[in-house]
Nanobody, 127 residues
Framework: QVQLVESGGGSVQAGGSLRLSCATSGFTFSHYYMAWFRQATGKEREGVAHIDELDSHGYADFVKGRFTISQDNVKHTLYLQMDNLKPEDSAMYYC?????????????????????WGRGTQVSVST
């Protein structure tokens, strides 16, 4: 059974940093995509960053240059380093995964393509 558990959220001031973690268990796939999504109050969930088993990664335009996705395959953990945070980054952050060999580029931050989800960790950024 695949489980994803996020941690590392919290409250910071604008310009600050946070590092989110997503601990995985039961995740033994050779080919996969993992991603971070976020959902602010009253808004739809949106993709933030994705990575695959070869460490190829991509970002939504609104976080490029500020957020970095990475993974530790020994610790079975996904990370999201968030720097220069803005109030508009405030949201519940979720990690997600899917065991497929290939996703089209346009689908790699598509919520509907991901099968496994964590419960989220809250990030709040104040001015």
């Amino acid at each position: 059974q695949v489980q994803l558990v996020e941690s590392g959220g919290g409250s910071v001031q604008a310009g600050g940093s946070l590092r989110l973690s997503c601990a995985t268990s039961g995740f033994t796939f050779s080919h996969y995509y993992m991603a971070w999504f976020r959902q602010a109050t009253g808004k739809e969930r949106e993709g933030v960053a994705h990575i695959d088993e070869l460490d190829s990664h991509g970002y939504a335009d609104f976080v490029k240059g500020r957020f970095t996705i990475s993974q530790d395959n020994v610790k079975h953990t996904l990370y999201l380093q968030m720097d220069n945070l803005k109030p508009e980054d405030s949201a519940m952050y979720y990690c997600a995964a899917v065991d497929v060999r290939w996703l089209e580029a346009a689908d790699r931050l598509s919520e509907s393509k991901y099968l496994y989800w964590g419960r989220g960790t809250q990030v709040s950024v104040s001015t």
